[in-house]
């Protein structure tokens, strides 16, 4: 593509980077400490956050509480807002930092056509699934196991009937198939707590590299890490569970992905919650007293603190860890341990039919590492015409890339690098995409990494007297949107216990 057609493709940058630092900028006018640029301010640079984390709370004024709820719910994903509808008997206020509800289970339209910006699916032998039919959605089925594309070739079924098709040398297909006997005949009920604490590029290392290529997409697509950052057993989980979707695929989802689920949820409590659900809110000071918890918040410029007998914080811990007072010095070191990965993704809107092959395709090698086909689940449905095909291109970057999306020149290139290696990924084609999307977020996905599972996610979620820890990074071992809802219910059990004024049930120790 010439540079000069490429001027005439619409970018949209979406999604804010430096929201990662839980501090609103003009608090810190107070302290005369202001950095000099809003760009200078990342999550992972955290100039602010570090003053907060050293100062404590005297860098806020912290308003008297003007207000006393039962319980403040902090965080607006499927975590928190989870929370938020097993609460709603309660009275419950739920602060969310950004201008809208679902973080990183998020959809948007185009013209009326939906696409996802994060979360893709989840499987019906997980909670969430069941959880999405009592709230009211029907989740439609995938049934498409996942392709890749190698070497210029479409493979169906990549590791099922795909493995006889690969693209490769015979001896490397070989070594395809040794691999997938090997990871199939690995007893994760038995050894899961040794192969959580390993890497999982010990188990690829003899292998050719053409198969440590196709795990170092897929590994960062899906959990954030490649083969050497990555606890064994999650591979080898996700191994044994494609080998079992090759024959019956059982992944649901709604057209843009998991942001149906939130979106659902915000319109069921928005009618009931009204004021007490507040987006543009940020949270910057969590205080626990003896009868109650004070909870500071920024929303329109102007700190304000509420009180609360229990808080359910569904928080990210990078962020958690600076603004929750007096967590353990343990605890808090666990919080620090999570290492999360950028990860924007891209979505490609074409006003005509471009790529329709297969629900998630894998393009290891490439700038992005899978294309998902955004209205995959609805298109034979009676009446449906695509007038958009949009492809969602994940695009997970290393953590030392991160500054690349801190302003919009970045951002735009990892887009154009996107629209680039797609365009080569398809020889031939002709049309341009007539706008191209990115939505940004700076640390969204924690990494998997060797003992994470089983040392420092039980330390993390263990609550305080009233605070209580939910978000997805509470469980594991993925980051997934079932386990933000599985840790919401259990934050919620907590909670509702301490309010009831019995001792919170113990969170549960990973089992193995
Ligand atoms: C690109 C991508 C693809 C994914 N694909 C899948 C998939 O296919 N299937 C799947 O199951 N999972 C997937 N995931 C993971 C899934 O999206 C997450 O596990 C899930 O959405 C996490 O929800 P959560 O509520 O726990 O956390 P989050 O979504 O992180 O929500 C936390 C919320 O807290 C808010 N917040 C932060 N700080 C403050 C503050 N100080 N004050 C107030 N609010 C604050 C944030 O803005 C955010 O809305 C994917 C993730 C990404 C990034």
Redesign the pocket.
């Given at each position: 593509m010439s540079g000069n057609r490429r001027d005439f493709i619409k970018f949209v940058v979406a999604g804010a980077v430096t929201?990662?630092c839980?501090v609103d900028l003009s608090l810190l006018g107070q302290s005369g400490d202001a950095p000099k640029s809003q760009a200078d301010v990342d999550g992972e640079d955290n100039r602010i956050c570090h003053q907060v984390r050293d100062k404590g709370n005297q860098i806020f004024s912290r308003p008297p509480a003007s207000a006393h709820h039962d319980v403040v719910i902090?965080?607006?994903?499927?975590?928190?807002?989870?929370a938020a509808y097993r609460m709603q008997h309660r009275d419950a206020l739920l602060?969310?930092?950004?201008p809208h509800?679902?973080?990183?289970?998020?959809a948007m339209e185009f013209e009326g056509s939906v696409y996802?910006?994060?979360?893709?699916?989840?499987s019906k032998d997980?909670y969430?699934y069941s959880f999405a039919k009592e709230i009211g959605l029907n989740p439609l089925p995938i049934d498409s196991p996942d392709a890749s594309i190698l070497r210029g070739e479409l493979i169906l079924d990549t590791w099922g009937d795909g493995l006889n098709k690969l693209p490769y040398p015979p001896l490397i297909r070989e070594s395809f198939k040794k691999f997938k006997k090997e990871m199939m005949g690995i007893d994760l009920e038995k050894r899961g707590r040794e192969l959580f604490n390993v890497p999982f590029s010990e188990f690829t290392k003899l292998y050719p590299a053409e198969i440590k290529q196709w795990w170092d997409a897929y590994g960062p697509?899906?959990w954030g890490a490649t083969g050497e950052d990555t606890a064994a057993a999650v591979a080898i989980g996700e191994l044994q569970q494609m080998a079992a979707e090759s024959r019956s695929d059982d992944r649901y989802?709604w057209p843009g992905?998991?942001g149906a689920i939130?979106h659902k949820l915000a319109e069921i409590l928005q009618p009931k919650y009204g004021e007490r659900m507040q987006t543009g809110?940020?949270?910057?000071a969590v205080v626990s007293g003896k009868e109650e918890v004070q909870v500071t918040?920024v929303v329109g410029g102007e700190p304000r603190t509420v009180a609360a007998k229990a808080v359910i914080m569904?928080?990210?811990k990078f962020?958690?860890r600076r603004?929750v007072d007096g967590l353990p010095e343990k605890q808090s070191e666990a919080m620090k341990q999570i290492r999360y990965i950028p990860?924007?993704?891209v979505n490609l809107i074409f006003d005509k039919p471009v790529f329709n092959h297969g629900y998630d395709t894998w393009c290891p090698g490439n700038a992005f590492t899978d294309v998902v086909v955004a209205d995959w689940v609805i298109r034979h449905e009676s009446g449906y015409q695509q007038k958009y095909n949009i492809l969602s291109c994940?695009t997970?970057m290393k953590e030392d890339d991160r500054g690349y999306l801190l302003n919009e020149i970045g951002a735009r290139k990892i887009a154009a690098n996107v629209l680039r290696d797609f365009k080569n990924l398809m020889p031939g084609m002709t049309v341009d995409p007539i706008e191209v999307h990115i939505y940004r977020?700076g640390h969204?996905?924690y990494m998997s990494t060797p003992g994470l599972y089983t040392r420092v996610q039980p330390l993390v979620r263990q609550s305080m007297d009233r605070v209580f820890f939910?978000?997805?990074?509470?469980e594991g071992p993925?980051?997934?949107?079932?386990?933000?809802i599985r840790?919401?219910q259990r934050a919620v059990k907590q909670a509702e216990a301490r309010l009831a004024g019995r001792t919170a049930p113990k969170e549960k120790a990973v089992a193995g």
């Open positions: 929201a990662g839980p902090v965080g607006g994903g499927v975590s928190g807002l989870t602060l969310e930092k950004e509800w679902g973080g990183n289970a998020y996802g910006t994060g979360s893709a699916f989840l997980e969430a697509s899906n989802t992905g998991l939130t809110a940020t949270t910057v918040y569904a928080t990210p962020i958690t603004i990860y924007p993704v994940y997970p977020r969204p996905l939910a978000n997805t990074d509470s993925e980051s997934t949107t079932n386990e933000g840790a919401a």
